[in-house]
């Protein structure tokens, strides 16, 4: 038993948990590493979801039978391709980021996933360019995961171009475990929680960063 244990410990020494179960569920093939790594080789914040919140949103895709989403923020398109991969062939992906030098890393990392001919990567800001996208709706899922202050509008908005029964998700729902601070993000953030909460059938999953997930009603 002791010489048992003693070899598990060191096949397993210095990898954690949660490496151990990312890499056995949500493993990378080349296209998903490319995405996941730009950030860093590009020079972009590396703020992209982690392998398991990406597989996450894949599999809550599959499971909405989703033709039709949107992303509010896109960075180096890794949550995108993810999403993408999930669609039907003639289902769509419309995705918005703010930096044009980010949606150019983007496009490049779906063509090398494969995923170019789902995907929109729409340059602007997200309450500019979402009322451009409401003549392909109504939508599937929605996944918000931009700048924090602007949680409320997209929100707002899904609410309003989301089928009844799509989903809602957002991610740094604790707002970087900031959500109670007294400031204008804390507050827009908690909004956006009351709000969700209000209008859909909600749960704030206990990702690192808390993940709300809500139905429409
Ligand atoms: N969903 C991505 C990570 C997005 S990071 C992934 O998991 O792979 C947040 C992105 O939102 C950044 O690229 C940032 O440039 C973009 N962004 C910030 N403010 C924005 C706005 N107002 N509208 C659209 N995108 C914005
Ligand atoms: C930041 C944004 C994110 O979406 C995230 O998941 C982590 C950090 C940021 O703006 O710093
Ligand atoms: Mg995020």
């Known amino acids: 038993m002791a010489d048992k244990d003693s070899r598990a410990g060191e096949r397993y020494a210095g990898e954690s948990i949660l490496d151990w179960v990312s890499n056995v569920h949500a493993g990378h093939d080349a296209g998903l590493e490319a995405a996941f790594t730009a950030p860093d080789a590009e020079g972009m914040p590396a703020i992209q979801v982690g392998p398991s919140e990406g597989k ?30 999930a669609l039907p062939d003639d289902g769509r992906l419309w995705t918005i980021e703010y930096e044009p030098g980010h949606a150019e890393v983007a496009r490049r990392n779906l063509r090398l996933a494969g995923v170019a001919d789902k995907v929109e990567v729409c340059v602007g800001a997200g309450l500019d360019i979402l009322p451009t996208l409401n003549e392909h709706g109504p939508f599937d899922v929605v996944f918000i995961d931009a700048d ?27 707002l970087f475990g900031n959500l109670m601070d007294d400031s204008e993000r804390g507050a827009a953030m908690r909004t956006f929680h009351e709000q969700t909460a209000a209008a859909f059938d909600s749960v704030c999953v206990p990702t690192p960063d808390g993940m709300v997930v809500a139905i429409k009603r």
Do not use: C
């Open 148 to 174: 924090k202050g602007n949680y409320p509008g997209y929100g707002k908005w899904a609410e309003r171009n989301l089928r009844r029964g799509g989903l809602l998700i957002a991610d740094n729902a604790y």
């Open 56 to 85: 996450f949103l894949q599999l809550m895709v599959r499971l909405a039978g989703a033709a039709r989403v949107v992303e509010v923020g896109t960075l180096a398109g890794y949550s995108a391709i993810h999403m993408a991969r």
